[in-house]
């Protein structure tokens, strides 16, 4: 047993509690209840602090170390690992040949078992030579990236009507350099007040594409500038591809890639190698091909050199290793690995396939297989729910490898909320009874069956089929938008009808082109023409990457009808609503203006000149000076984790002492922003504009967050609601599109129908709502379903189905059909 003492991590209650090894345990509770606290921030949290105790110190200052869980004791804890969810990579280097580590065993296979070309000797390559992520590998025109980016005289001059000084150079900055680049011209003697198309055209060539860059210098009594200037000149192209290059910032780098032609490297045509790595081949096909394959396509491929019986038996050229004891030793490996991942439903994915493009739900599931093949006995593993993002058809694969997880003799600890896991589970720990302040305590753990008996449990209910849910009444669409010809990613001339005023759900397994048709086609190639409604770009982070590979298509729609009847679109995603700590509930949705000016407008702060920018806690004036507002500072314990700590100035306030004099009903501003939404809503119930955001809040299953809890502590989900929450604060006239990508992961079946509540109340104000969703609970009761499939990758990308839930539910083609069918049956 695993035995916990006295835990108070986040809103845990002195938490004693014993959970059994060696058996699949399921941590349940209503979101916010505290179950993540003790799976992860307690007993995670507490077997890496043992690691990290057992590594030298030296070696411990190099590793990112974790917190110090508030807990007394745990005795029986075996080593942990953790599945938790997270985005794809920034990288678009990394695969899911990187993150499988497939990839090592696909450049050893090409480097000793690969046929050579006949001027090469076999095995002379070693396995970086077929990276493009190394310098023996990479090919020199484009660094191993595939992508070549050039620039043409229309990619750099738009508008050729238009002269230098007006701008024709639109690849230069507007700014100062701008003008200084255009007066170094007129000091060469070049026509800057001629159209451009005017100019002859070797001029033209040398200001565009010259790697000159001579240094000139002008003073001001010459071609009247201002001051002297002294400095290179740089063409247009010079100044691209040095921006690209060397630019730190993202937003820079954006831009002038507006004036580049993208497309696969003329040298490696797309694959990132050099020509020796790709003249090697195995099968027929070169290692570029093979990772471009899907991994159901690449096992078939290797089959039958893994099933040789006794190698080197075929006859074969000297140049060819393919039927050696390595080929068949490392193909054997291989196709074991990728059969796992086959049998998670992810034969659809290809090796080269980039990491930020995948979902959660696919990356937790490729992490899973890949420790699955590790081999490690003894640990626990500690999930955070592995089936999110799954289709119920994609789930059951995936509780036979958990099982086998426990069989090789490991505990495995999941936190899920999808009630098919659950009851697979020998073991349940249920947090709660509700959320925030309300939860914080485990109301039983021991066998599944013995929750029954535990009334206050919110998961009862839905574990035991006692959830009434109500069969709503289907509303019919009057007027439809009508798609035709979408072509991106497994989308091929596919054709779809979405009926509009109405709440739309899109089916369909892990692959089949649902994500694509909703969150890219729609929002893309309609939020472009809707008013107002432009897509929203996708976040950079620090790094400068958007996570969205330059190579990715471009919508293809051929026509779109109905656009008349939109007047905007929005697309609630689950991006973070911040990336820094500063950014938080009360800002988000706005609620913190009205919160500032209701502290500015009180009487002390009026005597004392304060106006509602005193009351931010991002700016000079009213914030504690010492840890600039952020309420705490960063303490660093050398051989020990670093920790935060509260500022010891304002004591985790974030305003100084003068701001905190000014209080409304006897409570700071401090106060309020440490005040759970629920206590919010009673606290400023007489404020409208604030109560206003807070009654949304409390309707989407928010209640029990923080008014300044930080965007970073904010999962995916809740980033989500706080969005639709914030969208349905705002009152608006005319007919809105809504794209919400699975809105219910990481939801608890009651704040599902929370959820659920709140997209049917966008609805009957008059608005449409489109939702790719994998809870039947869902599906059932939204008016329309459009079922995609029949399975992923390119046995996708069609609509098998169309229709209400009932017409779906008897589709014999569907593979969502059978548990749409038992959600409806539990409809009353």
Not at 44 to 70: C, D, M, T, W
Not at 584 to 594: C, E, K, V
Request: hydrophobic fraction near 40%; include cysteine.
């Amino acid at each position: 047993m695993v035995r916990v003492r006295g835990a108070e991590e986040n809103n845990l209650r002195s938490v004693d509690v014993e959970i059994p090894r060696d058996a699949i345990v399921a941590f349940t509770g209503v979101s916010g209840s505290g179950k993540s606290s003790l799976a992860f921030g307690t007993i995670y949290a507490e077997a890496q602090k043992r690691y990290f105790e057992s590594v030298a110190p030296y070696a411990r200052r190099l590793i990112s170390q974790g917190h110090n869980p508030k807990v007394e004791a745990i005795t029986g804890l075996p080593p942990a690992v953790a599945l938790q969810q997270r985005r794809g990579t920034a990288s678009s280097r990394s695969t899911v040949g990187t993150l499988t580590t497939l990839s090592n065993s696909m450049r050893m296979l090409f480097s000793r078992g690969g046929t050579y070309p006949a001027d090469a000797a076999p095995g002379s390559l070693d396995s970086d030579a077929f990276s493009p992520n190394t310098a023996a590998g990479a090919c020199r025109e484009c660094s191993g990236l595939g992508i070549a980016h050039t620039v043409t005289e229309q990619s750099l001059v738009p508008d050729p009507s238009l002269s230098i000084r007006d701008g024709a150079i639109a690849a230069w900055p507007g700014a100062w350099q701008g003008k200084n680049l255009r007066d170094i011209l007129i000091h060469l003697g070049y026509d800057v007040d001629v159209p451009w198309r005017k100019l002859p055209k070797k001029d033209r060539d040398w200001i565009l594409f010259t790697d000159e860059q001579p240094v000139v210098t002008i003073t001001p009594q010459r071609d009247r500038v201002a001051k002297p200037y002294k400095g290179r000149f740089w063409s247009a192209k010079s100044y691209v591809l040095h921006t690209l290059a060397d630019s730190g910032s993202a937003k820079m780098r954006e831009r002038v890639l507006e004036y580049m032609v993208s497309g696969p490297c003329p040298v490696c045509g797309g694959a990132g190698l050099r020509p020796e790595a790709l003249a090697v081949t195995f099968a027929g096909r070169n290692i570029a091909e093979l990772n471009g394959a899907t991994l159901g396509e690449l096992a078939e491929i290797i089959r039958p050199t893994a099933e040789l019986k006794a190698a080197g038996t075929a006859s074969r050229s000297a140049a060819s290793n393919e039927d050696t004891e390595v080929a068949v030793t490392i193909t054997r490996d291989l196709l074991s690995r990728l059969e796992v991942l086959i049998s998670l439903g992810l034969g659809y994915l290809s090796l080269s396939r980039a990491t930020p493009t995948l979902s959660p739900g696919e990356m937790q599931r490729l992490r899973i297989a890949t420790q699955l093949r590790s081999g490690l006995f003894g640990v626990v593993y500690v999930l955070d729910e592995p089936s999110a993002g799954l289709h119920p058809a994609d789930a059951e694969p995936l509780l036979a490898v958990l099982q086998e997880l426990k069989d090789a003799g490991n505990s495995v600890f999941v936190v899920e909320h999808n009630m098919d896991v659950v009851r697979s589970a020998e073991w349940i720990v249920d947090v709660g009874p509700q959320a925030g302040d309300g939860g914080g305590t485990v109301l039983y753990s021991g066998p599944v069956a013995g929750l029954a008996a535990v009334a206050e449990s919110a998961t009862r209910p839905f574990l035991f089929g006692e959830a009434e849910d109500t069969a709503p009444a289907r509303r019919r669409a009057e007027r439809w938008l009508s798609l035709k010809g979408i072509t991106r990613h497994n989308l091929r001339e596919l054709d779809a009808e979405i009926p509009l005023g109405v709440l739309t759900a899109v089916t369909g397994v892990s692959g089949s082109g649902k994500s694509t048709l909703v969150s890219q086609v729609l929002a893309e190639a309609i939020g472009a023409q809707v008013n107002g409604a432009p897509p929203e770009p996708a976040e950079a982070d620090e790094s400068g990457d958007t996570g969205v590979p330059d190579e990715d298509p471009a919508v293809q729609v051929r026509s779109i009808a109905g656009l008349e009847h939109l007047d905007r679109l929005v697309r609630v995603d689950q991006r973070p609503i911040g990336r820094t700590p500063r950014s938080n509930l009360a800002t988000y949705t706005g609620l913190f203006d009205a919160v500032r000016k209701l502290y500015a407008g009180t009487d002390e702060a009026r005597a004392r000149g304060y106006t509602a920018g005193r009351f931010s806690f991002n700016v000079t004036g009213g914030r504690c000076e010492a840890c600039q507002g952020e309420g705490f500072l960063a303490v660093e314990l050398l051989f020990l984790p670093g920790t935060y700590g509260p500022c010891p100035a304002c004591h985790g306030a974030r305003y100084n002492e003068e701001t905190l004099q000014v209080t409304y009903r006897g409570k700071s501003i401090a106060d309020v922003l440490a005040m759970r939404v629920e206590t919010a809503a009673e606290f400023l119930a007489d404020i409208p504009a604030a109560a206003r955001s807070l009654r949304t809040l409390l309707d989407v299953g928010l209640g029990y967050l923080r008014l300044g809890q930080p965007a970073t502590e904010l999962s995916g989900g809740e980033a989500q609601r706080i969005k639709l929450a914030t969208e349905l604060q705002r009152a608006r006239r005319g007919h809105t599109l809504y794209l919400l990508d699975e809105p219910t992961t990481g939801l608890h079946p009651q704040d599902v129908q929370l959820l659920l509540a709140q997209l049917n109340r966008l609805v009957e104000a008059g608005n449409t709502v489109v939702v790719v969703e994998h809870s039947m609970n869902v599906v059932a009761s939204a008016d329309w379903v459009i079922d995609m499939g029949p399975a992923g990758g390119d046995d996708g990308g069609r609509i098998i189905c169309a229709g209400t839930a009932d017409e779906v539910a008897a589709c014999e083609a569907s593979r969502t059909a059978p548990y749409l069918s038992a959600a409806l049956r539990r409809l009353v």
